[in-house]
Nanobody, 126 residues
């Protein structure tokens, strides 16, 4: 059983930055792939970014590429999502999720992930 707790969401103006955190129970994160997803009202859940078990590979959705960075700190059992140049369309509930495997180009399929956090709200508005 893996428990994930997201934090770091909030209200930010367009062009601002936020850093989201996903803390996992135990040392599970050291053996899994971790992804960030988001879901806006009335829209499907979409993959934002993922990172592999050892932090050597990361993939991003085109919508956030160049503006976001995913990273992991094994010592803290935590994965981060740094988001810059935020836009109103980035407004959503952000979730982290884990999987035992690295799925490469299929990473953004939510059905591949076994455990999910409760989500943290990000609102980009002036």
């Amino acid at each position: 059983q893996v428990q994930l707790v997201e934090s770091g969401g909030g209200v930010v103006q367009p062009g601002g930055s936020l850093k989201l955190s996903c803390e996992a129970s135990g040392d599970a994160l050291n053996f899994m792939s971790i992804a960030w997803f988001r879901q806006a009202p009335g829209k499907e859940r979409e993959g934002v970014a993922c990172i592999n078990a050892y932090g050597g590979s990361a993939l991003y959705a085109d919508s956030v590429k160049g503006r976001s960075t995913i990273s992991r700190d094994a010592a803290k059992n935590t994965v981060y999502l740094q988001m810059n140049s935020l836009k109103p369309e980035d407004t959503a509930v952000y979730y982290c999720a884990t999987a035992y495997n690295w799925y490469g180009n299929r990473w953004s399929s939510a059905s591949l992930y076994n455990w999910w956090g409760q989500g943290t709200q990000v609102t980009v508005a002036s």
